[in-house]
């Protein structure tokens, strides 16, 4: 898959795909199009188990928007963009594959709304976090006012929201908002190692848990009860079921065909 301002690798079941937007790998109109192309064709390959998400260099995994291109735009013109980025971002939220962000640097505005859409963020110890937005007079407008709630809280989103300060890693992690910080040099490699080990787990599995954890989360206990049960049903009609039971009795590791 050959793009202009992304890369992606596909290694043992597992693509990584970087924005190659140097140094800082800001976000816009053609980046926000060809994730969108590159999530639809990982989700189509049956091959692929987990994607890993990371920015190129060391400075930044994506420092926001594009400020030039928004500057250039009027009222139809960022309404377009914005509705862009949260379609996109809301596809990656939604794809079938687990999606772990190696956030290796500055994540700030949509660049944070888009580690916040993938299932799991590891951080480099050197990271730093914030949305700027209300200091440009704007605000977040690719789900993070929505996304960053849901993990810290709305009293601590309001923070950091309003105030707009810039934090780091450790304090990401102390807000839930990262699940792992490690050093600089580690992080994709971490990553990696994760997106492996979810690589051999049960794709229809880990693709129901996903279903029922972000459906479930934006309803009533009811109705997120009554989506838990559909996808486990899901997840029990699959071959893999049989196979993840079966090796459990006779005390082997199971091997899973995504069936």
Not at 13 to 19: N, S
Not at 140 to 160: C, D, M, S, W, Y
Request: hydrophobic content about 45%; overall charge negative.
């Amino acid at each position: 898959m050959n793009y202009n301002t992304l890369l992606c690798e596909i290694d043992n079941h597992v693509a990584v795909v970087t924005i190659n937007r140097p140094p800082v790998n800001p976000l816009n109109s053609q980046v926000f199009c060809e994730l969108s192309n590159v999530f639809a064709k990982l989700d189509e390959d049956d091959s692929i188990r987990a994607v890993v998400l990371t920015g190129s260099g060391e400075k930044a995994f994506v420092a926001g928007a594009d400020i030039h291109e928004m500057a250039s735009l009027d009222l139809v013109g960022i309404n377009k963009m914005n509705k862009l980025s949260r379609s996109v971002f809301t596809q990656l939220e939604n794809s079938t594959k687990p999606v772990i962000a190696a956030i290796n640097g500055l994540a700030l505005g949509g660049g944070f709304e888009l580690a916040l859409a993938c299932d799991l963020r590891i951080s480099s110890e050197k990271a730093r976090f914030a949305f700027p937005e209300a200091g440009l007079g704007i605000i977040p407008g690719g789900g993070g006012t929505q996304r960053l709630q849901k993990i810290v809280g709305l009293g601590v989103a309001k923070e950091l929201l309003y105030f707009g300060a810039m934090f780091d890693a450790q304090q990401a992690f102390d807000l839930h908002i990262v699940n792992k910080v490690v050093p600089a040099e580690e992080v994709l490699t971490k990553a990696k190692e994760w997106a492996q080990k979810l690589a051999l787990k049960p794709p229809v599995a880990l693709q129901m848990l996903k279903t029922a954890v972000n459906a479930g989360s934006n309803t009533d206990i009811e109705s997120g009860l009554t989506i838990e049960n559909t996808c486990f049903g899901n997840a029990f009609s699959t071959e893999d079921r049989k196979e993840g039971l079966n090796a459990f009795v006779e005390k082997r590791n199971p091997v899973f065909t995504g069936r």
